[in-house]
């Protein structure tokens, strides 16, 4: 038997959020595909080194940038709170 949907009719719908999720506008989300043998070293180095993986991801993320003659995070994440005040 095919379940009901509940009727909505007179009720505002808010957009929909995941449960149990918060919004902060300046971070944005992305996935990272890695190949197995990649995040399986990964996952050594941060138990080794008492890391997480994000850490270590945002490392290497920070070094491709810099290597381009970006500035580091920090100094990007200073510089844009700057502009929203």
């Given at each position: ?28 989300h ?17 138990f ?38």
């Amino acid at each position: 038997m095919a379940k009901r949907r509940r009727s909505t009719a007179g009720k505002e719908s808010a957009p929909a959020k995941p449960a149990g999720r918060w919004t902060r506008p300046d971070i944005k989300h992305t996935s990272v595909y890695l190949p197995e043998a990649a995040y399986e070293a990964l996952r050594q180095v941060a138990f080794d080194e008492r890391r997480k993986i994000h850490d270590l991801l945002l490392e290497g993320v920070e070094l491709a940038l810099k290597k381009r003659g970006y500035p580091t995070l920090a100094d990007m994440k200073a510089k844009w709170q700057r502009k929203e005040r």
